[in-house]
């Protein structure tokens, strides 16, 4: 699976929209980019994934780039309940069953 | 409410005790996994079960079993043999068998500590 880079840490301010970008140069055809997040002492939680058009949900938006090399998740209107670590993962559909959860993104949402 | 249930969220275990995590699912899921997480790490595969009555070794099963008697419920043994038991078990599950692009979702993790 490839590898995702990531910032460290990010800060916003409550209500604005948090964009958090994931490099993937080495993501190959059949491989899908998926995002989670985990809030401290709970379970990861699955926002949104996607291969190679851009996807919306209840959470989240997902803009992958036209080369697939990079993609940025949207939280349209941040609270502080997004305050948590993101992960953008990278995985293909057959092999591997396990996710590699990088460390991620702190993400601090600001009163 | 669907989702998955882990059970107890924190458990103590003294020296040479074999203990037992449980996680149950009602998503009607065919794969079930199970990972530990050290503090500051990411996730570390121990084992996982594409359907019931079969399971597989992950990157780090020595000193742990598991059983999937059923479909719902794919609960984890510690043993003794485990010697560095102390971490965060999370149990997830995904719809498809592990050949198609569906995510996997998780519990909300046990706590185990040693007395």
């Known amino acids: 699976d490839a590898k995702t880079t990531q910032p460290t840490s990010m800060d916003c301010a409550e209500g604005r929209a948090a964009n958090l970008p994931c490099n993937h140069s080495?993501?190959?055809?059949?491989?899908?980019v998926y995002w989670y997040r985990q809030i401290h002492s709970q379970g990861p939680q699955y926002i949104i994934h996607?291969?190679?058009n851009n996807e919306t949900n209840e959470m989240a938006s997902l803009i992958i780039t036209e080369d697939r090399k990079s993609s940025t998740l949207i939280l349209p209107h941040a609270t502080l309940r997004d305050t948590a670590v993101y992960y953008c993962?990278?995985?293909?559909?057959?092999?591997?069953?396990?996710?590699?959860f990088g460390q991620g993104t702190r993400l601090t949402i600001n009163p | 409410d669907g989702g998955i249930t882990q059970s107890p969220k924190y458990l103590f275990r003294k020296e040479g005790q074999n203990v037992t995590l449980s996680c149950e699912q009602n998503l009607n899921h065919d794969a079930m996994y199970w990972y530990r997480q050290d503090p500051g790490q990411g996730l570390r595969l121990i084992y996982y079960s594409q359907i019931v009555n079969d399971f597989q070794k992950g990157d780090i099963a020595e000193g742990y079993s598991v059983s999937r008697e059923k479909k719902e419920s794919f609960p984890l043994t510690v043993t003794s043999a485990q010697k560095n038991p102390t971490a965060f078990y999370l149990c997830?599950?995904?719809?498809?068998?592990?050949?198609?692009?569906?995510?996997?979702?998780f519990g909300d993790g046990t706590r185990l500590s040693i007395l």
């Open positions: 997830a599950s995904r719809g498809d068998r592990g050949y198609g692009n569906q995510p996997q979702h």
């Open positions: 996607g291969l190679k």
């Open positions: 993962i990278v995985r293909g559909i057959q092999g591997a069953q396990k996710l590699v």
């Open positions: 080495t993501i190959s055809g059949n491989e899908y």
